[in-house]
C-alpha cells in the first residue's frame, strides 16, 4: 500500500508544479494532497516538500491557520480571469460560460475570504 501512496503523492506533486503554469490547475490544493500522500508513504519527501522553499511555505501558512498569501491570491485571480478570457476568445457556448463564470466566482469568493499571511 505505501507504493500507492507514494505514487499518488508523486502525481499530485506533478500536477501541482504543472499547476504553477497552467491556469485553473490548483496549485497548492495539489501540493497538499501530496504532503498528505508522503506523510503516509515517505518521511524523506514528505520532510522535503514541507522544507522547499517554494512550495513549504504555503502549505505550512495552509495548515497552520487556513491562510493563503496575497500574492497566492493575486496570482489565483489573474488565472482565473486569464481562463475566462481563453473561453470568451473561444467563442465557447454561453451555457458554459454561465457555468465556468459562477464556478470561477464561488472560487474566488473562497480564496479572497481565507486570512492572509
Known amino acids: 500500500m505505501r507504493f500507492v501512496w507514494l505514487g499518488c503523492g508523486l502525481f499530485s506533486l506533478s500536477l501541482g508544479v504543472l499547476g504553477a503554469f497552467v491556469p485553473l490547475l490548483p496549485t497548492v490544493p ?3 494532497l501530496a504532503a498528505f500522500f508522503f ?3 515517505s518521511d524523506r519527501l514528505h520532510d522535503w516538500l514541507i522544507s522547499h522553499p517554494k512550495f513549504g ?5 495552509w495548515r ?3 491562510a493563503i498569501s496575497r500574492r497566492a491570491k493575486w496570482a ?4 482565473i480571469l486569464a481562463s475566462l478570457g481563453i473561453t470568451l476568445t473561444l467563442g465557447v457556448p454561453l451555457t ?4 465556468q463564470l459562477t464556478t470561477l466566482a464561488a472560487v474566488s469568493l473562497f480564496i479572497w475570504s ?3 499571511i
Open 30 to 32: 495539489l501540493l497538499l
Open 57 to 61: 511555505p504555503a502549505i505550512s501558512d
Open 39 to 41: 506523510a503516509k508513504s
Open 76 to 79: 489565483a485571480s489573474l488565472s
Open 114 to 116: 481565507r486570512p492572509e
Open 64 to 66: 497552520e491557520r487556513g
Open 96 to 99: 458554459i460560460i454561465a457555468i
